[in-house]
């Protein structure tokens, strides 16, 4: 997975606290992804990340999503709190239907060509992809 912060918000002293992470499940497949052996660490990370940083998602966008993964996803909700589960929004492989959504969020500039923005990807081809960036502020609308 890739992390991306846009270094001039930082450089500029914006101070960057929350989240908006993009998972691309293109290419997902259920051996690799969705095995049994698969479910312990999934679980882990997710018992982790409600200890310790419970509010610092934002926004998670799972784009892409065959329905097998979708149930994958249904296995892994009873290991999140109501705050996490609220953040998650879920989208199958129309992207006018989840593009619009992630442009409400974030900035064109700093959306990569394949998710809807016009901000050129050394690959064009990341499939599993985590973007870190600041939500747009109610201003720059």
């Not at 290419?27 to 018992?47: D, M």
């Not at 999503?65 to 989208?91: D, G, H, N, W």
Request: charged share 20%; with cysteine.
């Amino acid at each position: 997975m890739t992390s991306i912060v846009d270094s001039a918000q930082q450089d500029e002293g914006v101070n960057i606290n929350d989240a908006i992470s993009i998972v691309n499940a293109d290419g997902f497949n259920i051996r690799e992804h969705g095995c049994i052996k698969c479910f312990p660490l999934i679980a882990e990370l997710l018992i982790l990340y409600e200890e310790h940083y419970p509010d610092y998602l934002f926004r998670v966008f799972l784009i892409n999503m065959p329905r097998i993964a979708e149930t994958v996803v249904t296995f892994i909700q009873p290991f999140l709190s109501e705050k996490t589960k609220s953040v998650i929004k879920i989208y199958g492989y129309n992207k006018e239907e989840w593009s619009p959504e992630l442009l409400k969020l974030i900035s064109a500039n700093q959306l990569y060509t394949q998710f809807g923005g016009t901000k050129k990807s050394i690959n064009e081809n990341i499939s599993l992809t985590r973007i870190t960036l600041q939500p747009k502020s109610p201003s720059s609308n």
